[in-house]
Structure formats: structure tokens, C-alpha cells
């Protein structure tokens, strides 16, 4: 603005002879009344934005709940778009693909391996038939990408074993010795050759289970009756805290008392304790409420899932209290504003008052608060489910897949790691992006 | 109280220029201003919310929080730079060379620390020989001379306990205890009930007659200014918009913003019912000023030039000048002896 | 103060007869009966146990004489899990591995999350800061079950070097405990140093600390003398549900490193129906869980000078 200015020392008081002398210089007019327009356009306003538009301007810049975002989003289409793409079902048992790891070997690598370890192991003590079913008690031990139903493969599989001692030859110090390199994704050899003859068939991309169901489709399956929770929670914890919270602040006096006595008892339930309860036993009563009849509120229960509706009867129950404290609070303090006073006296009721006035006034921390409720739902959840007290078979969930997995956690660490990564990647972008949410909705923090 | 009758230069600011570099672009908060204050002399600053007093003085102490910044001028305490000053130089110069109060006892003093504790705590800063018996007498010598009775008391007490003007007085007590030379005090009686306001006013005259120190009083409120003050900064956007003796601020001023601060003031020697005349409009976007002055947009007398340029200082009197070309057209007109066309020039108050 | 502690110690004890109540009926809602196992029982022998066990008569007669029987310390005997066995010595042979791992995981978590997360706020907008945020983010974004079968993977075999604890759970060992005891306090350690970070920033912008600088302190003096010890105080308040947390923590880490305390017994109990022990286990983590609350509630009132001791209310 001044830039001749700041050159100049002022320290003494002596007028500049610099601007004396350019005061001869100035204009004629120079000296006139300035007009209101010229006035009005001396400011440049900054244009006044709303306060969503605002809101998303800061979230936009904040790089890190950016990248959470898409994340989620990434996230969200493997969840729920992921399932129509994978030919697979998650309950479905695909014959010989018992235990198949996300990499394979192709057909001809498979017949020198086994080429290999019939070479180097002691001969056969065991007929056929008792290698096979052998071979088939102790699946989960052996067998690798082999397939069961190769007979001829189990037969070289038991050959193996029957050489524990010195010459013991397993299956990877063959590949090591042969030199070969598995190839990614997982195939059972029926899939192989089914290929080799020239059709295409869709890979198990992160291998399959004890049962032979391609775990990529359960962890999709997973992730989405974990989004679902979440949402489903959010949901009823922000209707009732929202409802609870604003009669409880609107009406105040003896109402708010005893509600706010009974926000108090169940703040201080241990929740762990009584959601590990009531997950449990919400369970067997809803299924018993399930079987009792054929009318629409039974449907319903057998559409969701009995093990879905415990879930969120439980958070239902027990999360909104938080929510309700919050609204109550936003409300005791904005009933004190004058513009309440002022609705009031102008005869506006009760409800308009709370829809018109107080709610929009608490909306961002309200929205910051319900989703944050998501991955702390989420949280909850794969906890329960974990423990076996949340969805149960076949439906599944990231808790129970990576409960699944903990009893070949040394031979197949992936199956815990896959739905445990996803289910930790998912609660740190949600809480990311709920944290950055906040820092962009909080008013104090607009500059 | 130790007498110091030194005289001379104090305090010289020079061209001083803070810009605050937030996400959304620089704020230039305080865009070169300069003034000088002496040994025993009591200076106002005075202006509305955002005009830049408080950061002005924040970096006189080294306070300025980042994203602000000094990016230019010079301040200069008893012959010595403060800006060139390390870091440890400056926490040795606050509390003992310069203090400072604030402007909200109320939160000001720490909640869960005694009163004794943060007095001892101040001396202890600066003088690491003192004894806690030592350091114990002088703080409660201290609060005796604010004004405080039942020290012993007082001493142990925790700053809730304590009444907001109680606290100011505890706070000022806590700024005198090393006997600085530079008192700045941040709207000390902003918070403050009326009563309480002119009680520590009061002490705050006493305590500058006996300790001698300089004084820099940050102020909204022209009133205490009055009250208080030998000479008068008025700040605007930033800008120095005129300082001078505190009799010519009142008697004769020299900037249209003065003019509209003084008639927005009650005042006990009104003769008839007065209406109190607001000053229309709000302060400008500091985060892009315009070219110009930046208080025409509200100024009555607002002309063609002024939202081209910024007007120079024009000196009205012996250490009283202003910046306005309303000031430049009269020096103008002087010069010049009628060659110009003749202009009504609104009358000093 | 009396009437506070009064005030508090009574909702207390109303919160544990709604546990108390809220455990019994949703567990005899339950549809089928604890005597359902490997064989199916004749319509006799069920009527017999039932009448041997009291769950004959109606339910609230049943809730009278078990809150009667409380009031006396006797929480019933096992009827399935250890049968006959009484669920107070079950409790309390199980429960002292349970809290040894639970109080030890609090302790490193409290030692080591304060610490870092004043760490952060002093050196906030560094890369120190950076990097200890995503470490927290990522903490309080794990389940304890991954951290748990991750550790246990990695240290027990899973990886070739790492073999430094044993798999199985062996009381008194001290290399048993490093594991479960990591595992359970890495989500603490990771809110609480959130939490102080958050409330040491918000110390650090308060007026007193203007004032502290403005005084000459060095700052040192400043974050640990005068942010520091304001900022603990909302940090203990968060200390008291880290606390049950921690302990309900323990289901899974003692279900994963299969540790026979209280809380994977809780789960068994469950799954089993064994009333008396569902019962006698709920009510016993659960007036634990209250009494840690109610005690770190009472310490946070001491702690700060604002709340006057000799009158009452808040």
C-alpha cells in the first residue's frame, strides 16, 4: 500500500522533503469529496461463502483426510461393488481348493516337484489308498498347493512324509532345489487345467480356506457387514442421542433431571461388559423370534440377520448417551441466546424452535460426532465377532475371518493378515477423515 | 522503591512492521509506525479491536506468537537492539527490564499454582541467588504495595479465591516484583467493573509516581487515556494515524478518526444531552488493504486522494503530527497563500 | 465434598443393581437350558436340576434370592463350567492373572503414552510430532486382536529369528507376560498420548501461559511447571475408562494367548450358560470397573485446586 512510505525514516517528526515536493504534483481533483460509490468500491469485499462451501474448502486442502477419503471410497467399491465382480459366493465351498495359497504352480512345475521328492524320499510303505486317506486327516499339514484330488499327488505327498528321519524331502526344498518360481494368485488344479484347455477362469486371488471358500470374496463380505454396522450404528445412536438430548435440553426443569439420572447409570455401565452380554444373548432370543412366525416384523429379523439386528440393538442401546450429553449441552447453551428469546416471544413452538434454530447452530459438531461413531462401531464389532459373539456362519466379518485364521496362523499367516490389514486400514482412513472433518467443520478455527 | 531519575530515551520504535503469514495470505497487522517514549512517561495507545496495539507490543517484549513476524524496523530499549536479540537474551530482558499485564486477570494467572508460588516464581527468574525467605518478603512486600492486606494469607491462596480486580492487583504485583524499567500494560481494566477499573488506575498512577518507570498503556478507551496518559499514539488499520500530547489529542485533534473516537465518547462535562455519535462503517480487510488511507472509507471527509494514496505525517504542534491529507491541504494552502481554490476545512473540536 | 463422594458412591450402587438386574433377565430370556450338552437330558432330570438350583420358581423370586445371597458375598456355585464349585473361588483364583497383566499394561501405557504425548505437543509441527501422530493414529486404529496375533506371529516362531517368547501361557514366568502385556496396553498408550497431546496444546494457548513467558521463565519451565500440570488434569479423566478398557482389553488378549484369566473365562462362561458364573463374573468386573471409575473420578476432584474440598458440590 505504501511502499514509498516504508523507504522513508519517520523516527523525527521532520515532514519528508521528497513528499513535499510531490505534493505539487498531485492532481487537480485531487482535493475533491470523494463520491459514496468511490468509497463503497474502495474495499474489495472477500466474498462471503457458506458455511458448507467453507467447510469443504478446508477439508479440501487438508491433504491427508483427502487421501483417507479416497481410501474409504476405494474401500467402500471392494466391499460392495467387489462381490458382483468375483464369480465366487462367500459361502461357497469350491471342490479342491481346500487350503490353496495365493500363489500357484503351473501343472508341469507341480509334476517335477513331485518328480523330485518321489526321487529323493524312501520308497512308498503305504498303499495308495492309505496315503489318500492319510493324507486327507492331516490336510491342513500338507498337501500345499497340491491338490486332494489329485490321487496320484497325495500318493507322492505321503511318500514324502513316510520319509521323516534322514531323508526327509519336503515340498519347498524341492521348488528351492528345482529352481521353480511360484506364480500369483491361487488356482486348484482343476482350475489349471481348465485353463490349459483354454478357458478363462477367474483366480482366488488371496488363495482359500480350510473349506475351500476364496477368501478375497469373504473379506469383501467382511469389510461390507462392517461398513453396514458402522452406518447402521451411527444412524441410531445420532436419532435417539439426537431426540433424547433435545427434549431432554428443550424441557429442562424435573424432565431433564430424571433423564439426565438416567444418562448418568448408563454412562457408567461397564459397556464392554454388557455389550459382550447382551451380543450374546440378544442372539438366540431374536433367531428363537425369528422361527415363532411368518409376519413382517419376523421377515424383517430374517432379512437383516438376527446376528446384525443384536448388534445394533446393542449400540443402540448403549452409544448414544455421548451424543445425547452433547446435544443437551448445545442446546442448554443456546436456549440462553437472545435469538431463541426473541423466536420465542414471537410465538414459535417448541419443535420449530429446535428444527429452525437450535439445530443448525450444533450441526457440525453433531456430524463430526455420528462419524466418528463409525469406526468406533466398526471397532466394536470385529472385537464381538472376534471373540465369536458377533455375526456368526456362514455369514462372516473381518472380526471372525481373523479369528478363523488364528489356528494356522504359522502355516497361513495371510488369511489373519489380509482381513486384519483391511479392517485396520478402514478404522484409520475413517478416523483420518473424521478427524480432518472436525478441524474443517469447527467454527473456531475459521479464519 | 529503588528512585531511578534517569532521563532521556527509554524506548525509541522505528518504522516497525509485523505481518502475521496465515494460510490465507499475509496480514500486515502493524505497517510501519514509530514513536519514542522517555524514562518516567506514561504513553497511550489507542484503538479499535484488530488495529495492531496489542500485537505492536507484543513484539516489543518478544512475544509475537508464530505465523507473526517482525519483517522491518527497529525497536531500541535504553540504547540496546531488542530485535537483535538471542532468544536467551530475550527471556533474561522479560519480567525484569520490561513487563507486562493483561488484559483478563481472570485467566491470566495459573489456576493451580498459589499466589506465592507464581510471585516467588517471577523473582526467582531473574535473580537465582535469592533465598525462599528472602524471595517470600519480597513478593509479599509487593502485594502490601498493590494494595493487598493479609498477605500471609493471600500468599497461600490459589487464584479462584481471589476477586478479578484482587487478581489485576496480584498481576501487577507479579510484573514490579524485578522492578522493571517498561511497564506495557495490555487493557489492564478492559475487564474490569467500573469501580475496580478506576481503583487500579488509581495504583497504576501511584505505582509510576514512585517507581519512575515508562509505561505503555494499550487502550480502546479514551477515557483512561485521559486519565493516565502523557502522550497518545492513535492506531488505525495497522497505521499510526496521529500521536501527540495527551492535551492536543483531546484539545486539538488532528485525523478524522481522532475526531469520531472523541465524539463517540461520553463525557461528564457535556452540557446538553449530547447524542454520542457512532463512527459508521467497519475496518478494512487486513488481509488485502487498499491503495490509500484506510480509514476513508468511513471518514466524512473523504476526498479523491485519499483512497489513492496514503497521506504523509504533517507536524501540528510540538511533537503532535497526524496523517491526513485534510492536514496536507491545510499545509497546502498556507504555503501556497490563497492560490488554490478555498475549501471549507472542518474546525478542530 | 462428602455430599459429592455420597452422591457419586450412590450412583455407583445403582448402576451395579441395573448391571446386576439387565445380566439376569437377558440371560434367562436366553431361550434353552444349561443342562443342554453332549446328551439331551430326560423331562425329569431336567424338572430335578431345575428344582435343585432354584430355576423352577418364577424369575423375580429367583433375582430376590440371588440379590439376598449377594448381600452376603455368595455368588452361587458353578452349575456347569466347574460344577458346584463356588463362583467367588472361581473369581478369585482367575482374577489375579487378569489384573497382574491388566495393571502392568496400564502402567507402561500411562509411563510411556504421558511422556511421548508431551513430547509431541513440545515439539509440535516438527517431524518428531508427525511421526508420533501416525504411530498414535495407527494405534487407536487397531484392534487389540490384531495387535495381539501380530505380536504373537511375530515373537513365538511365526518369523525366523524372532523366536524370544514362549506360545503358551505360563503363570509366573515373567517372559509370558512381555507379549500380552504389550499387546494390551499399546491401544492405551496410544489414546492417552493423543489425549495429552491435545490437552497440553490447549494449556500451552491459555492466557497463564502469556503470562509465564511474559515473566521471563525459561521454556522448560513453561511446558513442564505450567502446561504440564494443568494439562493432567483432563488426562486423569481419561485415565479411569482406559482403566475398565484395558481390563475388558483382556478378553481377547487372554483369549489370544490363551492366558486362563477372568476375562476369557467370561467368555466361556457365556457361550456355556453357566448362570451363576455369568452372574457372579459380570457382577464382580463390573463393580471393579465402577470402583476404578469412581476412584480416578474422586482423585480428579482432589487434584485440582479449583473444586473446594471443604464445601460440598462441585
Redesign the interface.
Known sequence: MAEKKMKRPIGSLRPDVDDILSWNDLPENAFEPASTEEKESFIQDRESVSYWKDAWRRLKKNKVAMVAMVIVILIGLFAFVGPFIVPYSYDQVISGANNIHPWHYSLEDQAKISAYIEEHTGTANLSPDEAVAQAEAEAAARGETLSAVDAAKIRAAAKANQGKGEENVTQDDAVKALGIKAKPFGYTNAELERMAAGESVFPHVFGCDTQGRDIMVRTMIGARVSMIVGICCAVIVLVIGALYGSISGYCGGKVDAVMQRIVEVIYTIPEVLVILLMGSTLKPILEEFQNSGDGPLQNLVTLLGANLISIFLTFGLLYWVTMSRLIRGQILQLKQQEYVTAARALGAEGGRIIKRHLLPNCIGQIVTTTFLQIPSAIFTESFLSFLGMGVSAPMTSLGSMCSDALGGLNTYPYRLFIPAAILSLMILCLNLFGDGLRDALDPRLKK | MAENEKTGKLL?V??L?VSFF???GEV?AV??I?Y?LNYGEVMGIVGESGSGKSVEAYSI?G?LQSPGKVI?GSITLEGEDVLAKSKEEM??????KV??I?Q?PM???????TIGNQLI??LK??DKKVSKQEAAKRAMEMLELVGINNVQKRMKQ?P?ELSGGMRQRV?IA??LICHPQLLIADEPTTALDVTIQAQILELMKDLQKKTHMGIIFITHNLGVVAEICDKVSVMYAGKMVEQGPVDDIFYKPGHPYTMGLLRSMPRVDAESYERLIPIEGTP??M??????C?F??RCE???????Q??P????LGD?H?SAC?LR??EQ?QREKQGA?ET?EVPEHE | MTKYVLKRVLMAVITLFVVICLTFFLMNAVPGTPWLSEKTPSEATIAALNEKYGLDKPLIVQLGKYLENLAHLDFGNSIKMQKDRPVLEIILTMFPISASIGAIAILWAILVGVPLGCLAAYRRGTWVDSLLRVICTIGISMPGFVIATMLLHAFTGGIEGLKFFPTIFQQGTAKSYVLPCLALGFYPMCYLSRQTRTAMLDAINQEYIKTARAKGLRNKTIIFKHALRNALIPVITYLGPQIAFTLCGGFVVETVFTIPGLGRYFVSSISNRDYPLIMGTTIFLAAFIIVMNLIVDLLYKLVDPRINLAKGGE
Open positions: 525509541e522505528k518504522d512492521h496465515t494460510p490465507a500486515k505497517g510501519g514509530s519514542d517484549i512475544l522491518g527471556i533474561a530482558l522479560r519480567g525484569s513487563a507486562m493483561f483478563n485467566t491470566c494467572l495459573n489456576p493451580v499454582y516464581e517471577a527468574a531473574h490459589y479462584h498481576m507479579m510484573g478494512v480487510d488481509l488485502n488493504p487498499p491503495e490509500g484506510p476513508a472509507p471527509y473523504a476526498m479523491k486522494i485519499c483512497l494514496k496514503m504523509p505525517y504533517v507536524e511533537g503530527r491529507w496536507v491541504q497546502l488554490a475549501k
